[in-house]
C-alpha cells in the first residue's frame, strides 16, 4: 500500500520544525507501507492531481474536516488494515484549504476524518496525522511504541 500525505498550501517545507518529524514518522512508516507528502497549491489542483492516480484501485481519499469520524487509534489502527485487507492500493490524507474543503471535494472524500473540534495550523495537523499513520502501523505490527493510553 501506498500512503500519501498531501496538503493544500505551501510546497516548501522546512521552514518549520514539524516538518522533520513529518518526515521521520513516514519514513518509519515506510517498513510497512511506502509514505509520501505532496504540497498542491490549490484544491482544484489536488482533485486533478487525484484524478490521475494510477493502478489497480482507484486512490482511496481521506479528506481531514472538523465535521468527519472521530476515531482513537486502535479504531484507525483497525481502519487502516482494514483498508490494506481490501486491497486499497493508495491512501490519500488530505489536509484543506486554509477555509476548509468545498462541497465537491468533500463529496470526492471516502472518508472524512476529524482530528478533533480543535482548529489546528497545517503543520500540526500533517505532523498529527503522520503520528497515527506511524501508530497505527506499530499497533498492527504489535511494536510496543503504542501503550494503549
Not at 5 to 27: C, E, P, W
Not at 105 to 112: C, D, E, K, P, V
Not at 125 to 134: C, D, G, S
Amino acid at each position: 500500500m501506498q500512503i500519501t500525505l498531501a496538503h493544500i498550501g505551501s510546497r516548501t517545507l522546512g521552514k518549520n520544525g514539524f516538518d522533520a518529524q513529518v518526515a521521520q514518522l513516514l519514513q518509519r512508516s515506510s517498513a510497512l507501507a511506502r509514505c509520501e507528502c505532496s504540497a498542491f497549491k490549490s484544491e482544484p489542483a489536488f482533485l486533478d492531481w487525484l484524478d490521475r492516480q494510477q493502478g489497480r484501485t482507484p486512490a482511496f481519499p481521506v479528506l481531514l474536516d472538523s465535521r468527519g469520524k472521530q476515531m482513537d487509534s486502535q479504531g484507525f489502527a483497525a481502519w487502516l488494515a482494514a483498508r490494506r485487507d481490501e486491497g486499497t492500493q493508495h491512501l490519500v490524507f488530505a489536509i484543506g484549504p486554509a477555509d476548509g474543503w468545498s462541497d465537491t471535494a468533500r463529496a470526492r472524500a471516502r472518508l472524512l476524518l476529524s482530528l478533533g473540534p480543535l482548529t489546528l495550523p497545517h503543520a500540526i495537523a500533517r505532523l498529527l496525522i503522520a503520528e497515527q499513520i506511524y501508530r497505527a502501523h506499530t499497533i498492527l505490527s504489535g511494536h510496543p511504541y503504542h501503550c494503549g493510553h
